[in-house]
Protein backbone atom coordinates (compact mmCIF):
# COMPACT_ATOMS: atom_id res chain seq x y z
CA UNK A 1 0.00 0.00 0.00
CA UNK A 2 0.73 3.59 -0.19
CA UNK A 3 2.09 6.23 2.20
CA UNK A 4 -1.38 7.73 2.54
CA UNK A 5 -2.90 3.79 2.96
CA UNK A 6 -2.23 1.58 6.34
CA UNK A 7 -4.14 -1.99 6.32
CA UNK A 8 -6.54 -3.55 8.40
CA UNK A 9 -5.21 -6.55 10.07
CA UNK A 10 -7.18 -7.15 13.06
CA UNK A 11 -10.54 -8.94 13.18
CA UNK A 12 -12.44 -6.54 15.50
CA UNK A 13 -11.65 -3.66 13.17
CA UNK A 14 -13.27 -5.36 10.28
CA UNK A 15 -16.32 -6.18 12.45
CA UNK A 16 -16.54 -2.55 13.63
CA UNK A 17 -16.40 -1.59 10.28
CA UNK A 18 -19.30 -4.07 9.25
CA UNK A 19 -21.18 -3.42 12.60
CA UNK A 20 -21.08 0.75 12.14
CA UNK A 21 -19.96 1.07 8.60
CA UNK A 22 -21.51 1.67 5.36
CA UNK A 23 -22.18 -1.10 2.44
CA UNK A 24 -22.10 -0.83 -1.21
CA UNK A 25 -22.76 -3.58 -3.85
CA UNK A 26 -21.01 -3.41 -7.07
CA UNK A 27 -20.22 -5.87 -10.23
CA UNK A 28 -17.58 -6.67 -8.82
CA UNK A 29 -17.13 -5.85 -5.24
CA UNK A 30 -18.79 -5.35 -2.19
CA UNK A 31 -17.23 -2.60 0.04
CA UNK A 32 -17.80 -2.05 3.45
CA UNK A 33 -16.72 1.77 4.59
CA UNK A 34 -17.13 4.01 7.52
CA UNK A 35 -14.83 7.15 8.84
CA UNK A 36 -11.60 6.13 10.61
CA UNK A 37 -10.97 7.84 13.75
CA UNK A 38 -7.10 8.44 13.17
CA UNK A 39 -6.03 11.33 14.57
CA UNK A 40 -3.21 13.09 12.01
CA UNK A 41 -1.98 16.15 10.31
CA UNK A 42 -2.56 14.26 6.54
CA UNK A 43 -5.52 12.29 6.29
CA UNK A 44 -5.14 8.49 6.26
CA UNK A 45 -7.13 5.06 4.98
CA UNK A 46 -7.25 2.27 6.35
CA UNK A 47 -7.82 -0.71 3.70
CA UNK A 48 -8.52 -4.08 4.21
CA UNK A 49 -9.44 -6.93 1.59
CA UNK A 50 -11.11 -10.08 2.09
CA UNK A 51 -11.45 -13.01 -0.08
CA UNK A 52 -13.63 -15.82 0.39
CA UNK A 53 -12.73 -19.27 -0.08
CA UNK A 54 -15.76 -19.29 -2.15
CA UNK A 55 -13.72 -17.62 -4.89
CA UNK A 56 -11.00 -20.37 -5.44
CA UNK A 57 -8.00 -21.72 -3.81
CA UNK A 58 -5.42 -20.40 -1.77
CA UNK A 59 -3.36 -19.42 -5.36
CA UNK A 60 -6.09 -17.82 -6.84
CA UNK A 61 -7.30 -15.83 -3.65
CA UNK A 62 -3.56 -14.78 -3.38
CA UNK A 63 -4.20 -13.51 -7.04
CA UNK A 64 -6.96 -11.60 -6.46
CA UNK A 65 -5.48 -9.87 -3.70
CA UNK A 66 -2.64 -8.53 -5.81
CA UNK A 67 -4.71 -7.55 -8.64
CA UNK A 68 -7.27 -5.72 -6.05
CA UNK A 69 -3.87 -4.03 -4.73
CA UNK A 70 -2.30 -2.93 -7.92
CA UNK A 71 -5.38 -1.56 -8.54
CA UNK A 72 -5.71 0.33 -5.38
CA UNK A 73 -1.94 1.51 -6.04
CA UNK A 74 -2.51 2.51 -9.73
CA UNK A 75 -5.61 4.74 -8.43
CA UNK A 76 -4.74 6.21 -4.99
CA UNK A 77 -5.00 9.87 -6.22
CA UNK A 78 -8.34 9.94 -6.43
CA UNK A 79 -9.03 6.82 -3.69
CA UNK A 80 -11.28 8.27 -0.78
CA UNK A 81 -9.07 9.74 2.31
CA UNK A 82 -10.05 9.28 5.93
CA UNK A 83 -11.53 6.58 5.74
CA UNK A 84 -11.57 2.51 6.59
CA UNK A 85 -12.71 0.28 3.50
CA UNK A 86 -13.04 -3.31 3.05
CA UNK A 87 -12.80 -5.01 0.09
CA UNK A 88 -14.96 -7.85 -0.74
CA UNK A 89 -14.67 -9.04 -4.53
CA UNK A 90 -17.80 -11.05 -5.39
CA UNK A 91 -17.18 -14.94 -6.83
CA UNK A 92 -17.61 -13.48 -10.52
CA UNK A 93 -14.15 -11.80 -10.28
CA UNK A 94 -11.94 -14.29 -12.15
CA UNK A 95 -14.28 -14.66 -14.87
CA UNK A 96 -13.77 -10.77 -16.36
CA UNK A 97 -11.06 -8.65 -17.64
CA UNK A 98 -9.20 -6.66 -15.25
CA UNK A 99 -9.99 -2.99 -17.00
CA UNK A 100 -13.14 -3.67 -16.37
CA UNK A 101 -12.64 -4.43 -12.50
CA UNK A 102 -10.58 -1.19 -12.40
CA UNK A 103 -13.47 0.81 -14.03
CA UNK A 104 -15.93 -0.72 -11.35
CA UNK A 105 -12.99 0.35 -8.63
CA UNK A 106 -13.30 4.25 -9.88
CA UNK A 107 -17.26 3.85 -9.79
CA UNK A 108 -17.07 3.14 -6.21
CA UNK A 109 -14.37 5.94 -5.66
CA UNK A 110 -16.54 8.59 -7.24
CA UNK A 111 -19.42 7.37 -4.96
CA UNK A 112 -18.33 7.14 -2.07
CA UNK A 113 -16.71 10.75 -2.18
CA UNK A 114 -20.20 12.38 -2.09
Known amino acids: MS????SLKKRSQFLNLRK???????KFFIFNFSENSII???KISRIGITV????????????IRRVIKA???QNKTSMPVG?????I???TFLEFRVADIQNDLL???NSALK
Do not use: M
Request: a positive charge; hydrophobic letters at 25%; zero cysteines.
Open 83 to 87: LDIEI
Open 107 to 109: NFQ
Open 20 to 26: KGKSVKS
Open 89 to 91: PRT
Open 40 to 42: SPE
Open 52 to 63: SKKNGNAVKRNY
Open 3 to 6: SNFT
Open 71 to 73: LVT
